[in-house]
């Protein structure tokens, strides 16, 4: 009998609900209403300036002269020429192929699998991607290239987001809670009652935002830029939440544009790419320092000691566990050794802890997989493909 009851109350809820699920359908469908997407919470980008321009050739756009300093050369027709089928390919070095350009990008290879398979289309890939590009400068090329009739979104992208320093003003669970009022005024059915009632989705500028330059200023790219960075930095966080918002901006406005859309969980170099930089942990007492830096130097001259040097690395470790040196450190010895488990498990927290990461950590790539699983965007998991392929599972500079 109760569980009738909560069968009722439960289909009474669906029934409810039905209306609100078609009308949302079919607003969709018919693309309607066509708002523009909601100002960064995080960042200023008033200054970039658009990708393409229009070429010498009549009819063509190519990416601007101006823009060779981190991009490499691309042109289409626009408009697109009947059966062409097109793809943007969006990210940063490793779209573009960095550090041997264009021609043996990931991008190149998919046109010309694709064109194999295709005799009755002409495949054209256009590769977009932008040298230490992080996502919040991709979502801004995702909103021109979406005017040019694309058929295919592909981003790769998680690499450069701690490259350019930001301030980020609140704290996460704010960010949090805008990330849901976001996703409501996704609805399409919320959108067009407020249309109706002459409401504005858009929020106002939100304040004190890190104005960007016009292009890419890396803090390594200064003498010194190193030094910024610090270990236990609040705003590694918070950097997470803005990669977060802007892939689910993307997957969203693809699906507006009702483009399909493929996103690409970022594969790293786990065994040969050491940390950039790494820090002791800064409330150790004076003599949890000494005893550190004595079992660190120990591990590191102890390269005629293999086990003896592993000893020293995991007492280094028992003083401060989040270490990325000596992590690194450990990690290669424990594979050298054969302990292939514990060794990935080392190496992978010698990335996640890296005071300078350059390399996409966890959790950004865990954002990768979540916001494609959320939104019922493609994934391409790059990281499992290229962990099958290598050995004993660890990811190393044989294939990047």
Known sequence: MRKRLWR???AS??????????AELLL???????????????????ALRPLFEAAPEPGFLEIGKRRMNLFRPASFRNPKPE??????????????????STETAFPFWLGLNLQAASSDQTIEVINCGGLSYASYRVLAILGE?????????VIYSGQNEFLERRVYDGNELDNVAARSRSWLAGMRTVQFVQSLFGVSSQRPDPPNRTELAAEVDALLDYQGGLEEYTRGDRWHASVTEHFRWNLEQMVVRCQQARVPLILMRPVTNLLDCPPMKFEVAPDLSPDDQLAFQTHWELA?????????ARRHAQAALAIDPEHAGANFLLGRLQYAAGEFDEARRSLVRAR?????????????????TGVARRYGAALVDAEAIFSDRSEHGIVGQRWL
């Open 83 to 100: 059966g062409t089928f097109r793809i943007f390919a969006l990210g940063g070095s490793t779209t573009q192929g960095e550090p041997y």
């Open 352 to 368: 996640d802890k890296d005071v300078c990461p350059l390399r996409a950590t966890t959790e950004i790539a865990d954002v990768v």
């Open 8 to 10: 009722f109350r439960l």
């Open 145 to 153: 290239v979406l005017q040019y009739e694309p058929d295919l979104i």
């Open 13 to 22: 809820i669906g029934l409810g609900l039905l209306p609100l699920l078609l």
């Open 28 to 46: 969709r469908g018919l693309g309607l209403p066509s708002n523009l997407p909601p100002v960064d919470p995080f960042v200023d980008l008033h």
């Open 300 to 308: 590191r001259r102890g390269s005629e000691e293999p086990e003896l």
